[in-house]
């Protein structure tokens, strides 16, 4: 069974900074493709960074650009999101995702596992 399990997530100010982890267990690690992904109360789920299973490809949602970066750990089975200069906007319940397949995806329908998710909160 693949388990995905967020943390790191809490209550900040604009400008501040936070790391989000995601540890999974239960697959192949070092083989899965990331992603975060988040939704915002009254909207879809929406995309916001993934990387491939070497780390070395790397995508982003426009938003998020310069201010967010994607990594991951192969040896401790973990993804991060390092999140740089929050605006209010950014507040959501975050989730990360496994993805079985080869092709790195930003659209959620594909990914495969998903986290319970952890909230963020921004405040202005």
């Known amino acids: 069974q693949v388990q995905l399990v967020e943390s790191g997530g809490g209550l900040v100010q604009t400008g501040d900074s936070l790391r989000l982890s995601c540890t999974v267990s239960?697959?192949?690690?070092?083989?899965?493709?990331m992603g975060w992904f988040r939704q915002a109360p009254g909207k879809e789920r929406e995309f916001v960074a993934a990387?491939?299973?070497?780390?070395?490809?790397?995508y982003y949602t426009d938003s998020v650009k310069g201010r967010f970066t994607i990594s991951r750990d192969n040896a401790k089975n973990t993804v991060y999101l390092q999140m740089n200069s929050l605006k209010p906007e950014d507040t959501a319940i975050y989730y990360c995702?496994?993805?079985?397949?080869?092709?790195?995806?930003?659209?959620?329908?594909?990914?495969?596992?998903w986290g319970q998710g952890t909230q963020v909160t921004v405040s202005s």
């Open positions: 239960g697959r192949t690690f070092s083989r899965t493709n």
């Open positions: 990387v491939n299973w070497s780390g070395l490809r790397t």
């Open positions: 995702a496994a993805d079985a397949g080869v092709v790195l995806s930003t659209i959620s329908n594909l990914y495969d596992y």
